[in-house]
């Protein structure tokens, strides 16, 4: 995929002088490389990968000192394993630098999944190097004492106490190596399985779902720097901008598709449906939508927030979804309806009036529930904190009303 622009080009860059001067230490060591991508008048080639939002500019040749200087400014990091410089991710600094030295950019060649592929297999390599390594400072701390009897004591002054003593420091020194080593070779071996973890997790459904809601925002925010802008210049930056992320949105959105959609899409929510979240079965009691999207949903809380009434979770933690009943309907449609709130002056309650009221910290004021009894239904009061003691409250100026009878 070429990536489209509207920018002038420039001519190619001049490279009769590459190589001479000699690059500054810094600069990257692929002299003499051979080209991994199509080849460009200039030897270097720019790509763009929509998966990870990264721009590379590959080359086969050494960058002169002061287009290095002008590359690592612009925020490019030498990826030894790649081959390559690589920017953590699109800007129209680093599009316009590109467009300069390459004249266009290019689709990336390698895919997020095949690099997690090379990269943990590099670290599998690296893992078993060190397995190997621990083995035999293993083995060496073993032969380091074969020749002396278990549990032979160092016999001072004896002709054989240095010859003891040089022994068993190779065997600390072999023993402390094997740790070191066999530690190593499991932290490598981690970071194999975390690198196709990574992989797998960015190209999730979820997490996929997320990101386009994080691109949308961005969206709008440079829409909003456009109609608020002042200069032309202003506008045209936020353009590039938007025009940026809503590529990005279009491509995601398409992946969403692929993929199957978002839960959002594969399930029809209803009030008094279940759904499994981290292997808890909750009831919905609200499905809420944002537009016709369904964004969250208020369920029963989970075991450990016995001490809410309900629960948010966003539909995406949703992994699996069983539509209602009309028993369960009804029974949610209970659960849902609140008991009363009374205002009547309780032994010991705290009169104000209904400004001072409102004027109150929502911190600090709400309500309680009183269950129901022989005598008494289910009714709510007014509570708030005062002096660090909840205290039930009467409102002076608002009709008194007493608690309902069973």
């Not at 995929?1 to 002038?8: A, E, K, S, V």
């Not at 990257?28 to 080639?45: C, K, L, N, Q, S």
């Not at 932290?187 to 690198?195: K, L, T």
């Not at 016709?292 to 948010?312: C, D, F, G, Y």
Request: glycine residues 4%; charged residues 25%; contains cysteine.
């Amino acid at each position: 995929m070429t990536i489209p622009t509207t920018h002038n080009e420039t001519p190619a860059l001049n490279v009769e002088n590459a190589g001479v001067p000699p690059a500054p230490p810094e600069a990257h060591p692929i002299a003499g490389a051979e080209p991994r991508h199509v080849d460009t008048g200039a030897g270097m080639t720019a790509t763009y990968s929509l998966e990870d939002n990264k721009l590379r500019l590959y080359s086969v040749f050494r960058l002169p000192a002061d287009l290095y200087q002008r590359v690592s400014s612009a925020g490019f990091i030498w990826a030894a394993k790649q081959d390559c410089f690589v920017a953590p991710m699109w800007t129209p600094v680093r599009e316009d630098l590109l467009l300069e030295l390459c004249s266009e950019i290019e689709e990336e060649g390698t895919s997020l999944v095949e690099r997690a592929a090379m990269r943990a297999e590099r670290f599998d390599v690296y893992s078993e190097s060190n397995s190997r390594k621990s083995d035999s400072a293993h083995q060496a701390a073993r032969e380091s004492v074969a020749g002396i009897p278990m549990g032979q004591p160092i016999l001072v002054g004896h002709h054989s106490e240095a010859c003891h003593r040089r022994a068993l420091e190779r065997q600390d020194t072999n023993m402390r190596k094997a740790i070191e080593t066999a530690e190593r070779a499991e932290s490598w071996a981690r970071r194999a399985a975390a690198a196709q973890a990574n992989a797998a997790r960015k190209l999730s459904v979820p997490v996929r779902h997320r990101r386009i809601k994080s691109l949308e925002a961005e969206a709008r925010k440079q829409r909003r720097n456009i109609s608020e802008a002042n200069t032309e210049a202003s506008i045209k930056w936020a353009t590039r901008w938007l025009g940026h992320y809503e590529t990005r949105i279009a491509y995601e959105r398409e992946m969403l598709s692929a993929a199957g959609g978002s839960a959002a899409t594969r399930h029809d929510f209803a009030v008094g449906g279940t759904v499994v979240v981290r292997g808890e079965r909750l009831v919905i009691l609200r499905v809420n939508r944002s537009g016709q999207e369904v964004s969250s949903l208020t369920t029963t809380p989970p075991r450990a927030a016995s001490w809410s009434r309900n629960w948010k979770i966003s539909a995406e933690r949703v992994d699996a979804y069983e539509p209602p009943t009309k028993e369960a309907i009804d029974a949610v449609a209970i659960v849902k309806k609140l008991p009363p709130i009374v205002n009547y002056p309780a032994l010991g309650c705290l009169e104000m009036t209904r400004k001072e009221w409102a004027d109150c910290s929502r911190d600090y004021k709400g309500t309680q529930t009183a269950k129901g009894d022989e005598r008494l239904a289910a009714y709510r009061h007014r509570t708030i904190v005062r002096n660090g003691i909840l205290r039930l409250v009467y409102i002076v100026d608002m009709k008194t009303t007493e608690p309902p009878t069973a």
